[in-house]
């Protein structure tokens, strides 16, 4: 059984910071493509980033030099460092893993960003 588990969600005040994980199980981790997606209220869900087996990242436009993503294949997880955060970083943040052609998806963890 597949499971994916978001946490380290929480309220944040604008210019703070904050570090996402995801520790995965029953799936061959290091083989996996890992990505966070989110879905702020009223909005569809969007991609944040994504990180590849062999470590190489890519990012949406409105989160480069702000967010990081990174795995640790050893612990079966991946993070989302978000620095400088903003207001309109407010969503639910989701994992995601593609392995052998399917996609698994955690619950989701809540992101706050305000004064």
């Known amino acids: 059984q597949v499971q994916l588990v978001e946490s380290g969600g929480g309220l944040v005040q604008p210019g703070g910071s904050l570090r996402l994980s995801c520790l995965a199980s029953?799936?061959?981790?290091?083989?996996?493509?890992m990505g966070w997606y989110r879905q702020a209220p009223g909005k569809q869900r969007e991609l944040v980033g994504t990180?590849?087996?062999?470590?190489?990242?890519t990012y949406t436009d409105s989160v480069k030099g702000r967010f990081t993503i990174s795995r640790d294949n050893a612990k079966n997880t991946v993070y989302l460092q978000m620095n400088n955060l903003k207001p309109e970083d407010t969503a639910i943040y989701y994992c995601?893993?593609?392995?052998?052609?399917?996609?698994?998806w955690g619950q989701g963890t809540q992101v706050t960003v305000s004064s």
């Open positions: 990180i590849r087996s062999a470590g190489s990242t």
């Open positions: 995601n893993a593609e392995y052998i052609a399917r996609p698994y």
């Open positions: 029953g799936i061959g981790f290091s083989r996996a493509a």
